[in-house]
C-alpha cells in the first residue's frame, strides 16, 4: 500500500552525526515528511524501523554493527509496507547489485540536491521505485563485465512478449517510462501498461526488480548495455 502523501514517515541510518542532522533538518522542514528516527548503526536501524514502521528509510551502506546491505534485507524481510533508498557514493558502486537483491527500492548519490532527494523520497514512498542515472550506469557496466553475480534461474519458465523484451531492457538500463515512450515510439500510458505487465509476469515488488530481472536475464548484456 502506497504511503499518504501527506504524512510520510522516514527513518535516517547512518554513522556520519552531521549527514544526519542535515538530512533531518531538510525532511523535517518539508510539507507531508515527519523523521521518525535517526540510526547510527545498522542495527539500530533495523531495531527502529520495528518499532517505528516507517514508510521509507534512508540507508547508508557503511555502517558499524550491521552494514545497509544487511539492514535493508532485514527491514524488507520485517515490513513489506517499508521501503529502503540506499545513499551511495561511486565507490561504493559495488554494493548497489547487492542492495537491489537485498529488497531495496532506490538509490541515490549522497552528493544529490535537497528538491532531488525531497522528490525522491515521495516517489519511493509512493511505491515506485528510483535509481540515480550515474548509479545504473556504472551498475550495467559491472554487470555486463561479470562482476555481478547472476542468478538467471530464478526466472525460467516465464515467457516475454517481444515488446514487453524491449521495454524491460531499457527499464534495466536506467531509461524512464518516459524515454522509453520516446525510444519505442510508444504513449506513456503504454508504457506503463507495459512495466505494469512485467511486475505481474514476474512477480516483482517494483522497478527495481525489473532491474535484477533484466541483469540476471541477460537482457541489459544482449542489448549491449554500456
Not at 115 to 121: G, S
Not at 153 to 170: F, K, S
Not at 197 to 223: H, I, M, N
Amino acid at each position: 500500500m502506497s504511503a499518504p502523501a501527506e504524512n510520510i514517515r522516514v527513518l535516517i541510518a547512518d554513522d556520519q552525526d552531521l549527514l544526519r542532522g542535515s538530512l533531518r533538518m531538510l525532511l523535517d522542514a518539508a510539507p507531508g515528511l515527519t523523521v521518525v528516527g535517526e540510526a547510527r548503526t545498522g542495527r539500530e536501524a533495523v531495531d527502529l524501523a520495528a518499532r517505528h514502521r516507517p514508510d521509507l528509510v534512508l540507508m547508508d551502506v557503511r555502517m558499524p554493527d550491521l552494514d545497509g546491505l544487511a539492514a535493508t534485507r532485514a527491514i524488507r524481510e520485517a515490513s513489506d509496507r517499508t521501503r529502503v533508498v540506499v545513499l551511495t557514493v561511486f565507490d561504493l558502486d559495488e554494493y548497489v547489485y547487492s542492495a537491489l537483491r537485498a529488497g531495496a527500492s532506490g538509490f541515490l548519490l549522497k552528493n544529490t540536491g535537497p528538491e532531488e532527494l525531497l522528490r525522491a523520497v515521495r516517489v519511493v514512498a509512493d511505491g515506485q521505485a528510483l535509481l540515480a542515472p550515474e548509479v545504473t550506469r556504472r551498475l550495467i557496466a559491472d554487470v555486463v563485465r561479470g562482476g555481478g553475480v547472476r542468478e538467471p534461474h530464478r526466472w525460467r519458465g516465464i515467457t516475454l512478449t517481444p515488446r514487453e523484451r524491449e521495454v524491460a531492457t531499457l527499464v534495466g538500463r536506467g531509461l524512464s517510462n518516459a524515454d522509453i515512450a520516446e525510444r519505442l515510439t510508444l504513449s506513456r500510458a503504454t508504457v506503463k501498461t507495459y512495466v505494469s505487465r512485467l511486475l505481474t509476469k514476474l512477480d516483482a515488488r517494483d522497478r527495481a526488480q525489473l532491474v535484477v530481472f533484466a541483469y540476471e536475464s541477460g537482457l541489459v548484456q544482449a542489448a549491449g548495455g554500456e
